[in-house]
Each structure stands twice: as structure tokens, then as C-alpha cells.
């Protein structure tokens, strides 16, 4: 589709000398972006200013434009940036002690550690998958060079074992699973290997539905489609026809 579309060079050039050049806030001095070194935590920063934005299509100036984000879509598509203290804190608490117990109980640690499945349904931009999978390639790293503080050569050559085996993902927002791709690729690039595997470990889909057992066997309840703030009444409304439509197929068909 973008193949019918044309760009001028000034405008090619404006965008390029965006995205490569800062300028400082207090001085006004100009930087070079420093795009080799970008980490997850400098995406998880774009993908949250992103959120901010709404692109809009102008027909009669045939131009795009962003629009800023109302704060009630931004909350009801549940779309934050888990700041890194919040993530240290979760891994100190729940990782930690399963890398611990894998590493004293297993008769291969390594294996036990590559072993772990770390599954965050609600990924972002990756920056908890990315801690995490920094602290597993630690330990992992730790263990094949037997230096207890191994050099970040040492982890980030593991880092391509870790990643394909351990850490997993899924978004609502496939601009956010895009970056946890690119977030999880930076950290585990390994020249002449390929990360094809990404695309099956982090998925776009609502990971947060809340279904059990029972919900999947009898069907959505009629209550889930009650609009609430932020809703669209009419179109709940058609949601929930269908869904007693569907409930009624399903109890006929198991009779």
C-alpha cells in the first residue's frame, strides 16, 4: 500500500535529521542520537510517548496528523510504562527465589535455569521480559564461565539461549509487541544468527480476559457485556446479542 505513495527528498531528509539529532533542553545544543546503545528502557520510553498520539487522516488537506490521546482511551486500553524500580522489585520477589531453588535442587543448574518459563501477558514494550532475561543469562553466564560476577560479554553471549528458551510475551497492542521484539532482538543479537523465534514468543491478543475452566465450558457470561465508561452502548449491545446467540448454539449443541 505504501508503494502508491510518494515522498520529496526535503521531506524524507526532515525526518531523518528527526530521529538522528536532539536537541538539549536548557543548552539548545544539538546531539546525535545515540541509536546503537538504545536499550529497553529508552523504547519503553517512545512506546509510552507513542500512546500519547492518535494518528488522523485530513482528507481535504490530504495530510496526517497526531492528534493527542484522550486520558480515558489511554486508561481503558490499559497501555503504561512499568517503571524500573517496579520491575526490580517484582523480580527480586518472585524470580529471584526460582533461579535460587533451580540453581541448589537440579543436578544440571544450567539446564534447570534454561528450563524456566518467564511469561509476561501483558509485555509492553518488553522491558520486565528484557530484566528478566538479563538476570537468567546472569546466573547462566555465572555458571559456564564460573566468575559469580561474569563480564556483560560473557552474559550477552548467553543472552541468545535465554531469550529463545525462557521468555515469553503477549500485548493487546501490536505497536507494543513490535517493540518487545525489537527490545528482546537488541539484547539477544548474536552476528550471523538469526531471532526468527520471536515471532512465536510474543504474540498480539488480550492475554487479561480473566477465563477459567468453567467460563470456557458454559460461555461468556451477559453481565461481561455491560458497557462502562469509556464504552460504546450500541456496539456492547450487538456484542451481547451475539454472545446469547452463541450461548443458545452451544447448550443446543451439547444436548
Known amino acids: 500500500m505504501l ?3 510518494e515522498l520529496t527528498n526535503q521531506a524524507l531528509l526532515s525526518a531523518v535529521r528527526s530521529l538522528s539529532l536532539v536537541r538539549e533542553p536548557k543548552s539548545g545544543f544539538q546531539r546525535v542520537v545515540d541509536h546503537r546503545n538504545l536499550g529497553a528502557e529508552e523504547l519503553g520510553s517512545i512506546y509510552e ?3 500519547e498520539y492518535v494518528p488522523r487522516w485530513d482528507a481535504a488537506a490530504k495530510q496526517y496528523h497526531l492528534d493527542l490521546a484522550s486520558g480515558n482511551a489511554r486508561k481503558t486500553s ?3 510504562y512499568t517503571p524500573t524500580s517496579l520491575i526490580d522489585c517484582l523480580l527480586d520477589s518472585a524470580l529471584d527465589p526460582v533461579l535460587d531453588d533451580a540453581q541448589k535442587n537440579a543436578d544440571d543448574p544450567e539446564a534447570a535455569l534454561l528450563g524456566i518459563t518467564v511469561c509476561d501477558p501483558a509485555c509492553g514494550s518488553g522491558h520486565f521480559l528484557v530484566a528478566a532475561a538479563r538476570r537468567i543469562a546472569k546466573r547462566v553466564a555465572a555458571l559456564r564461565t564460573g566468575d559469580p560476577e561474569p563480564a ?3 552474559v550477552r553471549s548467553v543472552m541468545r539461549d535465554v531469550v529463545s528458551r525462557c521468555i515469553y510475551g503477549a500485548d493487546i497492542n501490536p505497536l ?6 525489537v527490545s528482546l532482538w537488541l539484547e539477544a543479537f548474536d552476528r550471523g544468527q538469526p531471532l526468527a523465534f ?3 514468543q510474543i504474540k498480539v491478543g488480550n492475554a487479561l480476559i480473566g477465563a477459567t475452566p468453567a467460563l470456557l465450558a458454559e460461555g461468556i457470561p451477559h ?4 458497557p462502562i465508561q469509556g464504552d460504546d452502548k450500541r456496539y456492547a449491545a450487538e456484542l451481547a446479542k451475539q454472545n ?3 450461548r443458545s448454539g452451544r447448550s443446543r449443541y451439547s444436548r
Open 78 to 80: 490499559g497501555s503504561y
Open 223 to 226: 453481565a461481561a457485556y455491560k
Open 244 to 246: 446469547k446467540r452463541e
Open 152 to 154: 556483560p560479554e560473557a
Open 198 to 200: 520471536l515471532d512465536a
Open 3 to 5: 508503494g502508491r505513495f
Open 49 to 51: 510517548s507513542l500512546l
Open 176 to 181: 507494543a509487541a513490535e517493540l518487545a521484539k
